[in-house]
Antibody, heavy 123, light 107 residues
């Protein structure tokens, strides 16, 4: 079964750090670009970051640039999001999602999503 | 950044109704548009990609159309399982952006 499972969410104080993980199974993880998307409570979807299959291409939303770092370990079939200098407005459910295409550097829709992990930034 | 605007924000409909949701892009995105369905507490589910291509396993009552800046998602005959929030997403360029969502409610 194709699956993505996020972990690492929790409660953190403003200015703190958290590292999210996304474990992939059921497909050739190393062939696909991967993404993080977040959703604040009661709000819509916001793209956060993308990384190509070999980590050659990395992109961030302006709202997280300089604070968040996306990475992946293809040997471990895992995607990561290192979040530093967290703010209250970073409070959200964070989803990892797979891009449909296996062509590196090409944007595509997100066809597989994890169940999400909640990050709460509060003092 | 490309802005995506959906209308309406909320839609009340009955089972069996034909439902249409519109998504407008602030600049041309060719056909690089996806539609997702999200139910409360669940992850989004891909319905349509490349504006009109039906994702595998998605019922044929869902269809998408449009190109350039104006797109539509149509549900030909609304079913009880279809009451949810729908989002469009452009993937023409970074940052990939989503519409604000359209909630389809029971009338």
């Amino acid at each position: 079964e194709v699956q993505l499972v996020e972990s690492g969410g929790g409660l953190v104080k403003p200015g703190g750090s958290l590292r999210l993980s996304c474990a992939a199974s059921g497909f050739t993880f190393s062939s696909y670009s991967m993404n993080w998307v977040r959703q604040a409570p009661g709000k819509g979807l916001e793209w956060v970051s993308s990384i190509s299959s070999s980590s050659s291409y990395i992109y961030y939303a302006d709202s997280v640039k300089g604070r968040f770092t996306i990475s992946r370990d293809n040997a471990k079939n895992s995607l990561y999001l290192q979040m530093n200098s967290l703010r209250a407005e970073d409070t959200a459910v964070y989803y990892c999602a797979r891009s449909r295409t296996m062509v590196q550097g090409v944007l595509d829709a997100f066809d597989i999503w994890g169940q999400g992990t909640m990050v709460t930034v509060s003092s | 950044d490309i802005q995506m605007t959906q209308s309406p924000s909320t839609l009340s409909a009955s089972v069996g109704d034909r439902v249409t949701i519109t998504c407008r892009a602030s600049q041309s995105i060719s056909s690089w548009l996806a539609w997702y369905q999200q139910k409360p507490g669940k992850a989004p589910k891909l319905l349509i990609y490349k504006a009109s291509s039906l994702e595998s396993g998605v019922p044929s009552r869902f269809s998408g159309s449009g190109s350039g800046t104006e797109f539509t998602l149509t549900i030909s005959s609304l079913q009880p399982d279809d009451f949810a929030t729908y989002y469009c997403q452009q993937y023409n360029s970074y940052p990939e952006t989503f519409g604000q969502g359209t909630k389809v409610e029971i009338k």
